[in-house]
């Protein structure tokens, strides 16, 4: 099956500092979604692409679609304490039932040192 | 507050008893999918539902496992004969049915389930 393979696993990084994660795979996909999931919680949307190339920002938060269709960044500047938390890249496929199955990464685990 | 809605938030079960959950996802979104997510993983898909129709269930989904939407509102998960390897998060997310929006999905907190 499809896979989406995250690094770095794990970061420590220094409040402040800026942050950068990506996501590969073998297969091409359409769409890219990057998630932030907080401990005990379910994942939160955080930006969506839709186009090879395309560069989409929410705040701090900068993802970029690849022009290979087959990767995909988000980078995070001057990270705060509250950007601890596992992020995960994900990409629908059409199934041909009408639904888009999401396939996840395994997570990038962020932890800011105050 | 109009998220994805999931309930109970935990819940803790003997092996071999059944185990019930509910979602309600957002109001206009026609799509809910259920996934499952364990330690150290990435949530995988299990099932989906356009309106009240189960369109398409996951390999992961044994025979152990059924889910319902009735009215093409709320959904639920059933399990059956827990067992030790069905403790996991089960997470519901919902997204609308147009465009290119029908690719984002919107998740509830999840229900953590731990079977002893």
């Known amino acids: 099956g499809q896979q989406l393979n995250q690094s770095p696993q794990s970061m420590f990084i220094q409040e402040g500092e800026d942050v950068s994660m990506n996501c590969t795979s073998s297969s091409i996909f359409n769409t890219w979604l990057w998630y932030k999931q907080d401990p005990g919680e379910g994942p939160v949307l955080l930006i969506a692409?839709?186009?090879?190339?395309e560069l989409t920002s929410n705040g701090r938060l900068t993802a970029q679609f690849g022009i290979t269709r087959k990767d995909s960044f988000l980078n995070i500047s001057a990270s705060i304490p509250s950007d601890v938390g596992i992020y995960f890249c994900?990409?629908?496929?059409?199934?041909?039932?009408?639904?888009?199955?999401?396939?996840f990464g395994k997570g990038t685990k962020l932890s800011v040192i105050p | 507050d109009t998220g994805v809605s999931q309930d109970p938030r935990h819940k803790i079960t003997k092996r071999g008893q059944n185990v019930t959950f509910r979602c309600d996802p957002i109001?206009?979104?026609?799509?809910l999918y259920w996934y499952r997510q364990t330690l150290g993983q990435g949530p995988e898909f299990l099932t989906y539902?356009?309106?009240?129709?189960?369109?398409?269930k996951s390999r992961l989904l044994s025979d152990r496992f059924s889910a319902e939407r009735p009215k093409g509102s709320f959904s639920t998960l059933e399990i059956q004969r827990t067992e030790q390897g069905d403790s996991a998060m089960y997470l519901c997310?919902?997204?609308?049915?147009?465009?290119?929006?029908?690719?984002?999905?919107?998740f509830g907190q999840g229900t953590r389930l731990t079977v002893v």
């Open positions: 994900a990409a629908p496929a059409y199934s041909g039932a009408g639904s888009y199955q999401l396939t």
């Open positions: 109001s206009e979104h026609n799509r």
């Open positions: 539902f356009q309106n009240e129709a189960q369109l398409e």
């Open positions: 997310a919902s997204s609308p049915g147009q465009g290119r929006l029908n690719t984002e999905a919107f």
């Open positions: 692409l839709y186009k090879a190339g």
